[in-house]
């Protein structure tokens, strides 16, 4: 008997990562500048790890409040007043196992069997692959990459919109292109999800990762009280704090009660001594993101100059977050690249093949890093394309 066969369809047909394919190809050779991963180099600091461990060794090891404990929600309303001039009571802030579960409940709210919903390609994978293991049908509305850089026409998403559609997914800044939509894009994507009566999922994790200005366009900056929206984010990627699977949803109050029904019956609240952890990072990690920012910014641009130089690269600087996905001349084939990336030129990239429409002929690299490191990468990857 093959027991696969006997599993609900859509967890039998949930798709392999094809990141995880080159990271376990390349993560025991030696030498390798692993840049394939989306995230930093630096551990996370000592007064968040502190925090956390003083909230463990005081003996919060036990179950809490399901919507995140009173003081790290009133953290995130603070958060938000000082970032995104955006007055939210604390009933607008639910604390999750991670960026990922946020998704997760997001689609779980809007979504299901029958019901389709449109996210922008290039994408990162697992929105895509959540709806499909939730039963929806994800329906991909593909980017272009122009000498500008990576762009989409919003009428492609009224052409994507059937009877069957009820919700938007839009990150930006993107994963994996750096696309960041300026305010009259986001006014323009609010205007059909309104015409339509579609949520809208926003995924604004990296709005900080931003090369323009103090921080990118936000659905914050244009909507109205009421609106369609539920913000996904994570503590992953400004506080480097990936490993903790910490994350947060930002919804009308009057949807509270069903978020915290959904996360009662997936992970029931997230642990309270990591909570501890969360709540430093917010009250006092700004000066750790406009670091990571600088670094970042900077790399970005040693990176974009050094692979430019070779005339065989199809490249644009990203506007925003900390990734660069890019072209090499005479190849089509990036997952077959990757991997010979890794063992020629022992570099590790993300293969564009794992962002589904329109990737498959670039590669994506993670440039929040050292700069040595990122200058050392760009170094081996730019006589690699000399030498193809």
């Known amino acids: 008997m093959n027991l696969v066969q006997q599993l609900r369809h859509e967890a039998a047909v949930a798709p392999e990562s094809g990141i995880v394919a080159v990271m376990n190809h390349g993560r025991r050779q030696e030498g390798v500048i692993p840049l394939w991963a989306g995230e930093g180099d630096l551990p996370t600091p000592d007064f968040i790890r502190d925090a956390a461990s003083t909230g463990l060794a005081n003996g919060e090891t036990f179950y809490t409040w399901q919507a995140g404990i ?227 910014h900077k790399a970005r641009d040693i990176l974009c100059a050094k692979l430019a130089a070779t005339g065989r690269v199809r490249l644009s600087p990203p506007a925003g977050a900390f990734y660069l996905l890019f072209g090499i001349d005479g190849i089509s084939d990036s997952y077959r690249a990757a991997f010979d990336i890794v063992d020629e030129a022992k570099v590790g990239l993300a293969p564009g093949t794992a962002f589904g429409d329109g990737g498959a002929a670039f590669l994506r690299l993670c440039f929040a890093r050292r700069i040595d490191q990122v200058e050392e990468a760009a170094d081996r990857l730019a006589d690699w394309i000399r030498k193809r």
């Open 70 to 296: 009173p003081e790290l929600r009133q953290s995130l309303a603070a958060y938000y007043k000082r970032h995104f001039n955006a007055d939210l009571p604390v009933e607008h802030f639910y604390i999750t196992g991670s960026g990922m579960q946020s998704i997760q409940l997001a689609i779980q709210a809007t979504a299901g069997a029958g019901d389709e919903v449109i996210y922008l390609s290039p994408a990162w994978p697992n929105f895509a692959a959540a709806a499909g293991i939730a039963g929806a049908t994800p329906v991909a509305v593909t980017q272009d990459f122009t000498g500008n850089g990576w762009g989409f026409d919003p009428q492609k998403i009224r052409d994507a919109i059937t009877p069957r559609t009820r919700a938007l997914f839009i990150n930006t800044p993107s994963n994996p292109s750096g696309w960041t939509a300026d305010i009259n894009t986001l006014k323009e994507i609010l205007s059909i999800a309104r015409q339509h009566g579609l949520w809208i999922v926003a995924d604004e994790i990296y709005a900080h990762f931003y090369y323009g200005a103090r921080r990118a366009p936000s659905f914050l900056d244009i909507m109205d009280p009421d609106e369609r929206i539920i913000f996904v984010n994570s503590f992953s990627k400004n506080w480097a704090m990936t490993g903790w699977r910490v994350g947060w949803m930002v919804v009308h109050p009057s949807l509270g009660k069903t978020i915290e029904n959904l996360i009662q019956y997936s992970t029931s609240g997230v642990a309270q001594f990591m909570q501890r952890g969360a709540v430093v990072a917010l009250d006092q990690g700004d000066d750790f993101i406009r670091m990571q920012v600088e670094r970042a």
